[in-house]
């Protein structure tokens, strides 16, 4: 049997937040290997600890204990300016709010990332990715202008608009009718294979979760089935 390359590689995490009543622990404990070009749904009730391990993979959280390695980068050595510059280059990030910025286009938003990045095509770059999604005609609407559906398509277009390994998903279609987010999610899942990201999906939604490849089951902070890597012959 051939081991596959993780692209994600989480040994020993455990978060630990503040809170006015003492110190929480929300991840206990998670080891998690994610291969590249997998995708890979995590599942289990609210308060499990779905989002805040999206956070810790993203850099968003500083884990506590242990190690977080992503796309070949030691999260624990990094400052906050290295973080930042791994994310911006190899993560890109969509969730349930769509988190566009209300002041810019939809082709503005899809290029700010591109521009942070000093790229001179980021104009160039942006207008392909929304007719990509089915937005050629929306390029210069604000997200105000924008329906639900439109918007997450915007911020997937805007997600995946550096050309990143590891997409993050954090309840992608919860702010949407069923028929939008299925839309959405036949989006989503084209785009990951078509640019061969490795897709790491937070869902409550089974029939959404059976889409991936793998699902990880989650309860308490802890991972509790479904935290290694399939191999292959």
Do not use: W, Y
């Not at 006015?20 to 994610?34: E, F, K, M, S, T």
């Not at 609210?46 to 850099?59: C, D, N, P, Q, R």
């Not at 929304?130 to 439109?150: D, K």
């Not at 805007?158 to 050309?163: I, L, N, T």
């Amino acid at each position: 049997m051939r081991q596959t390359s993780s692209l994600v590689k989480l040994e020993s995490v455990g978060l630990t937040l503040r809170s006015r009543a003492g110190p929480v622990q929300i991840l206990r404990d998670i080891n998690l290997n994610v291969a590249a070009g997998e995708s890979v749904a995590i599942v289990g009730p609210s308060g499990s600890g779905k989002t805040s391990l999206l956070m810790v993979i993203a850099g968003l959280e500083r884990a506590t204990t242990g190690r977080v390695q992503v796309a070949d980068h030691d999260f624990v050595g990094l400052d906050e300016d290295a973080l930042a510059q791994v994310r911006g280059a190899e993560i890109g990030i969509v969730f349930q709010s769509f988190h566009l910025v209300p002041t810019m286009t939809a082709l503005e938003n899809v290029a700010l990332p591109l521009e942070f990045a000093g790229r001179a095509d980021a104009e160039r770059v942006a207008r392909e990715l929304l007719e990509e999604v089915g937005l050629t005609p929306r390029v210069e609407h604000f997200p105000a202008e924008l329906s639900g559906g439109e918007q997450q398509r915007v911020a997937i277009a805007r997600a995946m608009a550096p050309g990143p390994k590891l997409l993050l998903a954090d309840e992608p279609t919860g702010n949407l009718d069923g028929k939008t987010g299925a839309q959405v999610i036949e989006l989503l899942f084209g785009l990951q294979a078509r640019r061969q990201a490795t897709l790491l999906l937070v869902t409550h939604d089974p029939a959404l979760a059976s889409r991936c490849a793998r699902t990880v089951r989650m309860a308490d902070g802890r991972i509790l089935s479904g935290a290694e890597e399939r191999t292959a012959a």
